[in-house]
C-alpha cells in the first residue's frame, strides 16, 4: 500500500498570504494524484485531479504540481474560505489512499 | 444538480449489521463507477469499496475481510453497502461518492454525499 504524507500538520497564516501544501508519496505514482478541501461538517471537495488539472469551478487561486514521489498544492492569495483541511490522494496502485490531512488555519 | 444522500447510519451493537444507502440524482447513475468511502470521528478518508457501473466489477479494501458488501440497483438510482459483523473501528462517516469520468475508474471522486454516521459501541 502507498504511504502518502502530508506536511505540515497545521498551516498558521493569514488572509492574502501565500499557502503551500506538501505530499510526498513512499513510491512513485507517477501523476496521479488528487487534493481535496474538507470543511468541518462538509464532505471533501475535488480540488486537483492529476496532480496539477483543477477540477470543474475551482478557483484558478489554486494550483497543483509535481511528479514521482513528491507533490505540492499551492493556493495564492487565501481567501476567508479556503481554510479547511486540505487531503492528497493517490490512485496509482490499489488500493487508493489518502493522506493524514494538513490542517490551514487562520493567524 | 448531482447529487448523493446517504441513509441508513446509526447505533449498533459489536458483531451487528447495518446496510447503507444512497440515493443519487441529477446524472446518468448506471455510468458511473461508485464508491463508499469512510472517516472515522477527527481521522482522515479510507477508501472502503467500489462498484462498477453494470456490478461486475467490485473492489474491497483488504482491511474488511468480506465482512462488507457492495452492490446497486441502477433502475432504482442506489447504492448500498451491506456491513456484517461490524466493530468497534468501523465506526465513522460512510460517504458515498462518485468517480470521477463516466464509465471509467479514474479512482478519484468528484462528487461526495454528506455522510452518515455508524456508531459500533456496546
Known amino acids: 500500500e502507498i504511504v502518502l504524507t502530508q506536511s505540515p500538520a497545521t498551516l498558521s497564516l493569514s488572509p492574502g498570504e501565500r499557502a503551500t501544501f506538501s505530499c510526498r508519496a513512499s513510491?512513485?505514482?507517477?501523476?496521479?494524484l488528487a487534493w481535496y478541501q474538507q470543511k468541518p461538517g462538509q464532505a471533501p471537495r475535488l480540488l486537483i485531479h492529476?496532480?496539477?488539472n483543477r477540477a470543474t469551478g475551482i478557483p484558478a487561486r489554486f494550483s497543483g504540481s509535481g511528479s514521482g514521489t513528491d507533490f505540492t498544492l499551492t493556493i495564492s492569495s487565501l481567501e476567508p474560505e479556503d481554510f479547511a483541511v486540505y487531503y492528497c490522494?493517490?490512485?496509482?496502485?490499489?488500493?487508493?489512499?489518502f493522506g493524514q490531512g494538513t490542517k490551514l488555519e487562520i493567524k | 444538480q448531482v447529487q448523493l444522500a446517504e441513509s441508513g447510519g446509526g447505533l449498533v451493537k459489536p458483531g451487528g449489521s447495518l446496510r447503507l444507502s444512497c440515493s443519487a440524482s441529477g446524472f446518468t447513475f448506471s455510468g458511473y463507477y461508485m464508491s463508499w468511502i469512510r472517516q472515522a470521528p477527527g481521522k482522515g478518508l479510507e477508501w472502503v469499496s467500489y462498484i462498477s457501473p453494470d456490478n461486475s466489477y467490485i473492489s474491497y479494501a483488504e482491511s474488511l475481510k468480506g465482512r462488507f458488501t457492495i452492490s446497486r440497483d441502477n433502475a432504482k438510482n442506489l447504492l448500498y453497502l451491506q456491513m456484517n459483523s461490524l466493530r468497534a473501528e468501523d465506526t465513522a462517516v460512510y460517504y458515498c461518492a462518485r468517480d470521477f469520468d463516466y464509465d471509467l475508474l479514474t479512482g478519484y471522486f468528484d462528487y461526495w454525499g454528506q455522510g452518515t454516521l455508524v456508531s459500533v459501541s456496546s
Open positions: 490522494q493517490q490512485r496509482s496502485n490499489w488500493p487508493q489512499t
Open positions: 492529476d496532480a496539477s
Open positions: 513510491q512513485s505514482i507517477s501523476n496521479y
